[in-house]
């Protein structure tokens, strides 16, 4: 599918201030290679990239960070990388989940199908999320730096962009923080 032809170039574009998380216990920002790609795609693509950090891969610690940014005013969007497999130090998924107000169930099953025409079954270990939490978007990619390629240029690059139709997620991003009572009309 050419993405690019869903972009209304008639639509202003809006830069989304996105800060970006690497969850692991090796690296260091000198070889954070799959951060770096991250980080150079954001401003590539006409974001701000509003903060960066190394975190081990630590519940407490993830959830910590998470935390500082969705209650900073200057990041509508979270994207991590690494912490999404399944061995014992893996918690990234269970740690996004804990704060999550609502899970964006797709991404994930949509990061598997275009992982798999890449990497065919293996594709299954990763365990990819993304939700919203306090009004800010979340999204955690595996740590390499071809997930963070395939999570970014297929998915999150359209996304992120409000001229693309038929919609996105951009769009919707002040009504995030509704409450369910305000939905209601009560």
């Known amino acids: ?15 989304v201030n996105i800060a970006i998380l690497t969850v692991s216990d ?21 974001h701000n990239l509003a903060g960066r950090a190394i975190v081990t891969d630590d ?24 912490g999404t497999g399944l061995t ?10 804990a704060i999550f107000d609502k899970e964006i169930e797709g991404f994930g099953e949509l990061f598997r199908y275009i992982s798999f025409a890449k990497i065919g079954t293996s594709t299954v270990q990763s365990r990819a999320v ?4 306090g009004g800010t978007y979340l999204f955690a990619l595996p740590g390499s730096p071809s997930a963070c390629r395939d999570g970014w240029d297929e998915i999150l690059r359209y996304q992120l962009d409000i001229r ?5 997620f951009v769009e919707i991003m002040p009504r995030l923080a509704e409450s369910p009572t305000q939905r209601r009309g009560g």
Request: net charge negative; glycine share 12%.
């Open 1 to 15: 599918m050419d993405h690019d032809k869903r972009i209304d170039k008639t639509i202003l574009f809006v830069p």
């Open 26 to 46: 090796s690296r260091k920002s000198d070889d954070d290679r799959s951060g770096d790609l991250l980080a150079g795609r954001v401003n590539d693509d006409g």
């Open 164 to 168: 693309h139709r038929p919609c996105n």
């Open 130 to 133: 993304a939700g919203v939490a």
């Open 88 to 97: 014992g130090r893996d918690g990234t998924p269970e740690a996004f989940r």
């Open 59 to 82: 519940f407490d610690a993830i959830i910590e960070q998470l935390g500082r940014w969705i209650d900073d005013d200057g990041v509508d969007v979270i994207v991590s990388t690494g």
